[in-house]
């Protein structure tokens, strides 16, 4: 049943952001020698998530993303915070560009869920986000170069933006002559179910 904006912004706000809250939600024992607080990257998940898991089982598959573990301690030999090279692939403010004819377009740092596998944990989304200049620069760039064909929308999550900026954006990609895909990188469906209102369809 599809559900209205303030159902899934309320599962968003009553989404659980502390380790011993989820521990005691899904029975499972809470132990420093493993589990780990980490206020810099601390647990984000909503509840419509969380209820999918197995209670009492440490090993849940998907308690396993978001359950922050004392191995995150450990730096293996050639660790770096920017695994994937999105900085060096940096071209304009919040443009990723890798590919031939593809661009990534960062739209915000936000997430519904915080995976502990995340490659962008450590990403300086406050340099990065797509202020009016930055969102104006990064059309241009698109504009700019004919080989792109391919824009992903990325973050963060940009299903967070709000239904009218997220359409604001689409519509200014689309109106690119050689743009022929829009692609967005999003776990909402996944996560959030409610989200996917029929307004956002």
């Not at 004392?70 to 443009?95: H, I, R, Y």
Request: hydrophobic letters at 35%; proline letters at 6%; aromatic letters at 8%.
């Amino acid at each position: 049943m599809l559900q209205t904006t303030n159902d899934w912004q309320y599962q968003l706000a009553e989404g659980f952001n502390n380790l011993s809250a989820i521990c005691d939600y899904l029975d499972i024992p809470f132990s420093s020698d493993t589990l780990l607080n980490t206020p810099s990257f601390p647990i984000r998940v909503p509840r419509e998530f969380v209820d999918r898991m197995n209670k009492g089982d440490i090993n849940d598959p998907l308690l396993k993303q978001i359950l922050p573990t004392t191995e995150e301690l450990t730096s293996p030999q050639g660790f770096t915070n920017d695994p994937v090279g999105d900085l060096k692939a940096m071209t304009e403010s919040g443009v990723i560009h890798k590919y031939h004819g593809r661009v990534l377009l960062i739209t915000t740092g936000g997430c519904a869920i915080n995976c502990r596998y995340c490659f962008r944990r450590n990403f300086p989304y406050n340099d990065f986000q797509l202020s009016p200049k930055k969102h104006f620069n990064a059309i241009h760039y698109i504009e700019s170069n004919q080989d792109i064909s391919e824009v992903i929308l990325s973050g963060g999550d940009p299903l967070l933006l709000n239904d009218q900026k997220l359409l604001e954006l689409i519509k200014k990609i689309e109106n690119i002559d050689h743009i022929k895909r829009i692609r967005i990188h999003s776990r909402i469906p996944i996560v959030l179910p409610s989200w996917i209102t029929k307004e956002l369809c």
